[in-house]
């Protein structure tokens, strides 16, 4: 049987529509006033999944997760500029639009950062992660990721099977799974794959 998702009510996951500055990607980027959004939005429109776990104690409830989603490989990943070799150049190749063929798994371990994501009305959605965060971005989703201001993330990377980072630049909307993705969000977003549905 799946794991099921937590209540989505109690969950504090900040994310919020962003504006088109060109200003520096590390800051909070709000539209005037501020337009959040809510995780259950952020499922509807983007099939993005999200878990808040105690960042101190969060092995046992990490392990049901990964067990019933069958991830079976994982890494742990420093961005910051003293961590990351070539530090400058990955951080524009994570900022690049992009999709991937299979989900993006990233459980924050300590700093933080922000994810992007388009909606189905291909605006950008800003998703701030704090460590005990667990993100699951679905294959075929476009999505960049950057630090914020603090330039420090520390997280674990999970996958199924062998370990795949391979990104495809927009466009990519001939892709298999791009098209799979669109499919999904157009007849909707259902919970099957972690056993409840939204």
């Known amino acids: ?15 919020w529509y962003m ?36 960042e101190k104690n969060y092995e046992p409830e990490l392990e049901k997760i990964t067990t019933s989603r069958g991830y079976t490989n994982s890494d742990v990943i420093q961005v910051s500029p003293e961590k990351l070799p070539n530090y400058e150049e990955k951080l524009k190749i994570f900022y690049e639009e992009h999709i991937h063929t299979d989900e ?26 704090l460590p005990g965060d667990l993100l699951i971005l679905p294959a075929g989703i476009y999505h960049r990721f950057t630090l914020d201001t603090e330039n420090y993330i520390k997280a674990m990377r999970l996958f ?37 549905k939204m």
């Open 160 to 196: 199924v099977g062998v370990p795949v980072w391979t990104a495809h630049n927009r466009p990519a909307d001939d892709m298999d799974a791009r098209k799979e993705y669109e499919k999904k969000q157009k007849e909707g977003f259902s919970e099957e794959v972690v056993g409840k």
């Open 104 to 129: 993006e798994i990233r459980f924050v371990l300590e700093g933080s950062g922000y994810f992007d994501v388009r909606d189905k009305d291909d605006k950008w959605i800003r998703v701030k992660v």
């Open 19 to 54: 504006d088109n500055s060109d200003e520096d990607k590390r800051k909070e980027h709000h539209l005037s006033p501020p337009q959040y959004v809510t995780l259950e939005k952020l499922y509807a429109d983007t099939g993005v999944l999200y878990w808040k776990l105690d």
């Open 1 to 15: 049987m799946a794991y099921p998702l937590p209540s989505l009510a109690n969950k504090m996951v900040c994310a």
